[in-house]
Nanobody, 114 residues
């Protein structure tokens, strides 16, 4: 059993920054990819950013140049540095890890509003 726990969400003004963290615990064998997704009510969950075990990163076009994904050396934690946040970034952010099957965290709310 693998658990993913996100932290770091909150309320921030437009132009502000937040750093999300995701910690994996449990029976971790190895993850091929870890990433962040987000979802707003009535819309599909969408990929924000992902990073492979080799360090290759992928970003949604809407966050390129503003968000940065990174991981720790043990590949048990993944981070999302979010800068120049916009109201349209408001969503519940979910951590996902792929290791044979997909594991999801419970989500953390990010609200960008003045």
């Amino acid at each position: 059993q693998v658990q993913l726990v996100e932290s770091g969400g909150g309320l921030v003004e437009p132009g502000g920054s937040l750093r999300l963290s995701c910690a994996a615990s449990g029976r971790i064998i190895s993850f091929t990819t870890m990433g962040w997704y987000r979802q707003v009510p009535g819309k599909q969950r969408e990929l924000v950013a992902a990073i492979t075990g080799g360090g290759t990163t992928t970003y949604a076009d809407s966050v390129k140049g503003r968000f940065s994904i990174s991981r720790d050396k043990a590949y048990k934690m993944v981070f999302l540095e979010m800068n120049n946040l916009k109201p349209e970034d408001t969503a519940v952010y979910y951590c996902k890890a792929r290791g044979g099957v997909d594991y999801w965290g419970q989500g953390t709310q990010v609200t960008v509003s003045s």
